[in-house]
């Protein structure tokens, strides 16, 4: 059992990692200024947050497009991008931590229960953008928080940017057509900034590891391959000009000509300047790459053991149960394996011959990539006809599956959810990575589907977000722990629904998914606080998961360059299933699946300790 020590009160304290003292006192002058001061007005709490709010969309305008935000709210931010400098870096962190502070004030005034509770969230999301103030490298990213590296093979602002620009811009008139092309240029901007940034960090000894280079320096080699006219940031503009009637094609034709000049003449010269430098600084760049090798490493991994696993726990505590897990889960795997014929080798090397097997693979062609996209859109229908035996409130936005574009799926990871616009005009993507079909059997595909998309990360983020009371920063809040830990719970839902009845082998994909959370425990913890080397990692995950070895190696550096955000996932399943069977237990017959889903997805996502506060109060509630 993991054991969340935080109470609803002090979490926020905790969380910003001050010390049991200082939440106590905390909650001493809460009681008095309770007993002295009049409830504080609701508006007074809104004025304090929206301030913030406002303050935070100024420094990330990419993710107000992403949002759909309202530009009469929250100002112009249509033609410009995020400021990835150090100086840029450094006044969001500084604004973030002055906002943490004023909400942790305005927790010692006399709140109801939920302004409480509104306020102390909001203050843990503030201190999670302010990130690690004793840790330079890097960069504060709108989802993953603080992350080590700013150019890197899976992640980063030369990555996420164009997807934006590409995806989510939206051209319905000249003015958007306008701001895109000025948004072209601030990105040729933006990649100096980046440059300068990786400079920076590379004075201070924070340099990414070397064994990440190669599919980094390949992103951004391949990122200026084709000729500007083809590139996906002109051609997208094309398409999406191709639609707007007010535009004559004359002017379509010099608009997409415009794009293309800025690609080639600011955009590509910007990237092949930073390629130029990665390929210096990999001279210089460590062969050692648990974070624990960069300055201050250690203590930032335990920043991230706080706000990426919601964590009290220390790092070999979690190792810890990692192994254990994987051995529980093991044994569940090595039983249906016996169970139908498979007998001979490890549980891990059965796996990957079963994965061989030519019955579990899609062909490796155009046509075997959309029949699988095919497969993974009929079991989305399949789930969704199903859903109302355990949930009472559906999210009304579509999901819409999609592969990860061919430019950057070398370094991205199996799969991965995009949330839908805040007013669901888009819909979420559950994009999956189509690279190596031999990394991708179909036996293993529902688990993904379910994970990802329903009920997975589709329900809790698409819910999430259609609850108005909360806030921005609430309705757009990252807790990682939360957001994973419920994802990796859907598949053990979607089990539960009968979704593998007759299926052994999909049964196999699902605990296989398991095993690989909880191996996660290991080598993140292997690699960032014991010191492993990048092989054993590669070695222990192979064995102990049985995936395809080049899924295995893009895994290993994925958790290399995000320390800390693969925990989240087993942690966080743990820790629902530990309060719904205590739910279960204390309330027997009266216990209620629908009404369990909906306490923990509509307060929106939050700390699990508050989650587990919230539980105990619904338990409480229904016995009185």
């Known amino acids: 059992m993991i054991k969340h020590t935080l109470t609803a009160l002090a979490v926020c304290a905790v969380l910003a990692g001050c010390s049991t003292e200082n939440a106590q006192q905390l909650k ?22 929206n301030t913030y709010t406002r303050t935070f969309i ?37 604004d973030m931590h002055e906002a943490a502070e004023q909400l942790k004030v305005l927790q010692s005034k006399n709140l109801s229960e939920k302004d409480r509770l509104h306020v102390a969230v909001n203050e843990v999301i503030a201190r999670y953008y302010a990130g690690d103030r004793q840790f330079s490298g890097g960069y504060i990213d709108t989802w993953g928080g603080h992350l080590p590296y ?5 992640s980063g602002p030369l990555i996420d940017i164009p997807n934006v620009l590409k995806d989510q811009h939206s051209v319905a008139t000249e003015k958007d057509a306008t701001d895109y092309l000025k948004r072209l240029s601030a990105f040729a901007t933006l990649t100096e900034q980046v440059r300068s940034k990786v400079a920076d960090d590379a004075s201070k000894g924070i340099i990414l590891p070397k064994p ?13 391959a084709l000729k500007a006219a083809a590139h996906p940031l002109v051609t997208s503009f094309a398409e999406k000009l191709a639609s707007v009637a007010t535009l004559d094609e004359k002017t379509k034709t010099v608009l997409v000509k415009k794009a293309a000049k800025i690609v080639e003449s600011e955009i590509y010269p910007a990237f092949a300047k930073v390629s130029e430098d990665m ?29 990426l696993a919601d964590s009290t ?20 795997m090595d039983a249906i394996l016996k169970a139908n014929g498979y007998t001979q080798g490890s549980v891990g090397e059965r796996m990957q011959k079963l994965s061989e097997e030519a019955r579990f693979l899609f062909a490796d ?23 109302l035996s355990l949930f009472s409130s559906l999210p009304p936005q579509a999901v819409e599956v999609k592969r990860i ?4 799926e070398a370094g991205a990871p199996g799969g991965y959810y995009n949330a839908p616009s805040l007013d669901g005009s888009r819909p979420g993507i559950f994009a999956i990575n189509l690279k190596d079909m031999n990394a991708v059997p179909s036996f293993g595909l529902k688990t993904l589907t379910y994970h990802e998309a329903v009920p997975g990360h589709h329900f809790q983020i698409a819910l999430n977000m259609l609850q108005t009371d909360i806030g921005l920063m609430r309705q757009n809040a990252s807790f990682n722990g939360f957001i994973e830990g419920w994802a990796l719970y859907s598949e053990l839902v979607a089990y539960e629904m009968g979704m593998y009845e007759n299926d052994p082998f999909g049964d196999l994909g699902r605990l296989q998914a398991e095993a690989y959370r909880a191996a996660r425990l290991v080598v993140d913890t292997g690699l960032h606080h014991k010191q492993w080397t990048r092989q054993q990692a590669i070695e222990y995950f192979a064995e102990a998961t049985g995936s395809a070895m080049s899924d295995v190696m893009s895994a290993i550096d994925r958790y290399i360059a995000w320390p800390g955000q693969a925990l989240g996932y087993k942690l966080g399943m743990i820790k629902l299933v530990e309060l719904r069977d205590k739910a279960k237990t204390e309330l027997g017959d009266n216990f209620d699946i629908k009404a369990f889903h909906d306490l923990i997805l509509l307060k929106g996502a939050r700390p699990l300790a508050i989650v587990e506060r919230d539980v105990d109060t619904w338990i409480a509630a229904q016995k009185s």
């Not at 002058?29 to 304090?48: G, P």
């Not at 990440?212 to 200026?224: I, K, V």
């Not at 190792?319 to 897990?325: D, I, K, L, S």
């Open 28 to 49: 001493q002058q809460t009681t008095s200024d309770t007993a002295q001061n009049t409830q504080l007005n609701r508006a007074e709490i809104d004025n304090t947050i």
């Open 58 to 94: 100024t420094h990330q305008p990419a993710l107000a497009t992403s949002l759909k935000l309202q530009s009469s709210e929250y100002g112009e931010y249509a033609n410009r991008l995020p400021n990835y400098s150090l100086a840029g870096m450094q006044a969001l962190q500084i």
């Open 150 to 154: 700013v150019v890197n093979q899976i």
């Open 212 to 224: 990440l280079f190669p599919n980094t320096l390949g992103y951004l080699n391949n990122f200026t």
């Open 279 to 307: 390929q210096a600084l990999e001279v210089q760049a460590p062969t050692k790459v648990g974070i624990w090798a960069q300055p201050n490493g250690e203590a930032f991994y335990q920043h991230e053991i706080t706000y």
């Open 313 to 332: 726990m220390t790092a070999e505590e979690i190792h810890n149960v990692g192994v254990a897990e994987v051995k529980r889960i093991s044994e569940q």
């Open 365 to 387: 062609s155009d046509e075997g990539r959309e029949e699988l996209l095919a497969f993974l859109r009929g079991e989305i229908k399949t789930i969704e006809d199903k859903a």
């Open 405 to 408: 574009p061919k430019a950057v």
